[in-house]
């Protein structure tokens, strides 16, 4: 089993910046597929951006140039740089992993989700 937690979010205005983090226990793997995800309310949970193990990326177009998705194989973590926030970032957001090894960007792929954190950006 793998455990997945979430850290960082939090309350921004427009136009600000935050860092989420996410940190894996239990039997990981480092060639495990990586993602985050968010949920506003209503709405259903999308992909924002996606990463290899060797570091390949995806970003969802909205998020694209504003968001930076990293990892750190030694230490099972998984970042999400996020910067020129606008309100409609505002949701959940998820990380999760995948036991497939590739750019995985398809929500059914992902096995192990964490429990979510709550980003708000405010006018």
């Known amino acids: 089993q793998v455990q997945l937690v979430e850290s960082g979010g939090g309350l921004v205005k427009a136009g600000g910046s935050l860092k989420l983090s996410c940190a894996a226990s239990?039997?990981?793997?480092?060639?495990?597929?990586m993602g985050w995800f968010r949920q506003a309310p209503g709405k259903e949970r999308d992909i924002v951006a996606a990463?290899?193990?060797?570091?390949?990326?995806y970003y969802e177009k909205s998020v694209e140039g504003r968001f930076t998705i990293s990892r750190d194989n030694a230490n099972a973590t998984v970042s999400l740089q996020m910067n020129s926030l606008k309100p409609e970032d505002t949701a959940v957001y998820y990380c999760?992993?995948?036991?497939?090894?590739?750019?995985?960007?398809?929500?059914?792929?992902?096995?192990?989700w964490g429990q979510g954190t709550q980003v708000t950006v405010s006018l």
């Open positions: 239990g039997r990981t793997s480092r060639t495990d597929a």
């Open positions: 999760a992993r995948s036991r497939r090894v590739g750019l995985i960007t398809s929500l059914s792929e992902y096995t192990y």
């Open positions: 990463i290899t193990w060797v570091g390949t990326t």
